[in-house]
């Protein structure tokens, strides 16, 4: 079965300095990964997806992200944290019946 | 106007009333999808659509049940409110295939008291 795993709940970075949101995913084939941001009193949005095309994915809002087979990981960064980057941010698996499975969230948290 | 519209955006209801989330889009999308969202657990698959003839349960499908009305239009009911459905009801949509994101509407934060 496919699962992801996001392994900080909350980051807490300084306005203009790199942010990375860690996760881990399973599955026993080739995944689709997401990664989908909520802002406050919001919906989400989707920041980028992982197709198998390349496995660094440019997102929007200059986000973008990594996909190591060998590591099993599909970590978000961003080089430089604006202070309207502060929402909660899940990383998604597809399963092998199109369903979603969401990661628990990390609370991104920038400081001025 | 938004692709995905869910009503109401707010509800506050009491334990063993009936209760009715509607989710609307204009997306033109096949497939369909609730979910509700508590802290710490991100979003949990309650059911999903793939078309107007195909109603599916998700990973939490107890205490609910869902009605696909038309292509644009699919409804969730909670047919006895209990407090522990307290949460932030999702619906979403998305074309066909493996690589469609899926769109979600703003979400109804639903209180059982």
């Known amino acids: 079965a496919q699962s992801v795993t996001q392994l900080d709940s909350h980051v807490s970075v300084s306005e203009g300095t790199p942010v990375l949101l860690r996760c881990n995913y399973s599955?026993?084939?080739?995944?689709?990964l997401f990664w989908y941001v909520q802002h406050p009193n919001k919906g989400l949005q989707l920041l980028l997806k992982?197709?198998?095309?390349?496995?660094l994915v440019k997102g929007i809002n200059g986000f973008e992200a990594e996909f190591k087979k060998s590591e099993t990981s599909f970590h978000l960064t961003k080089p430089s944290a604006h202070m309207s980057d502060a929402a909660e941010y899940f990383c998604v698996v597809m399963d092998s019946s199109y369903k979603l499975i969401f990661g628990s969230g990390t609370r991104l948290l920038v400081r001025p | 106007d938004a692709d995905v519209t869910q009503t109401p955006r707010n509800r506050i209801t009491k334990t063993g009333k009936r209760i009715m989330l509607e989710c609307s889009q204009t997306k033109g999308h096949d497939r369909m999808y609730w979910y509700r969202q508590d802290p710490g657990l991100g979003l949990r698959l309650i059911y999903y659509?793939?078309?107007?003839?195909?109603?599916n349960k998700g990973e939490i499908s107890d205490g609910y049940s869902v009605s696909r009305q038309a292509q644009a239009k699919f409804s969730l009911s909670l047919e006895s409110a209990i407090p522990n459905q307290t949460a932030l009801y999702f619906c979403?949509?998305?074309?066909?295939?493996?690589?469609?994101?899926?769109?979600f509407g703003p979400g109804t934060r639903l209180t059982v008291l």
């Open positions: 992982y197709t198998s095309a390349a496995t």
């Open positions: 599955s026993s084939y080739s995944p689709s």
């Open positions: 979403a949509t998305s074309g066909p295939g493996s690589y469609n994101e899926q769109f």
């Open positions: 659509s793939f078309d107007v003839k195909d109603i």
